[in-house]
């Protein structure tokens, strides 16, 4: 299979196996007018199967949102055709407008406008409380 090479853009990889789609719908790459390729299990060395996103523009990303999905994302940004930065996200303190809370009790459920957040409240286990009722995310 052959990709395109990236001259100025973003290569997101080590995204967990079948996890690809979701990034892609959470950073809204629908919407952009590059180009942008999803390549769904790919051979990993560390991990077996990944998914590495590759998108041929330098754009804005969420870092808490792809520290949330997976800390062991690997960004990478192309200027060039060259790698002139890695970065690897870490993972959030909180976390908004990302997960929903579940709880139908929440004052999330009664105030549609107000905004899902969430905070971490244990690392090792990556488990997020709702900030309003305390209901852990799934």
Request: glycine letters at 8%; proline letters at 4%; one cysteine or more.
């Amino acid at each position: 299979m052959l990709i395109g090479t990236i001259v100025d853009g973003i290569v997101i990889d080590h995204i967990p196996a079948g996890r690809g789609m979701e990034l892609y719908k959470y950073l809204e790459l629908d919407k952009l007018d590059c180009e942008v390729a999803l390549i769904k299990n790919a051979s990993s060395g560390k991990r077996g199967r990944k998914d590495i996103l590759k998108i041929n523009e330098v754009i804005d990303l969420n870092f808490d949102l792809l520290g949330y999905i997976d800390p062991h994302i690997t960004v990478n940004i192309i200027r060039g055709g060259r790698r002139v930065e890695k970065r690897h996200p870490e993972l959030p303190e909180t976390i908004k407008g990302v997960i929903r809370c579940k709880n139908p009790r929440c004052i999330t459920s009664v105030e549609q406008e107000l905004e899902h957040i969430f905070r971490l409240t244990d690392r090792e286990k990556r488990v997020y409380r709702c900030i309003y009722c305390d209901t852990r995310a799934k």
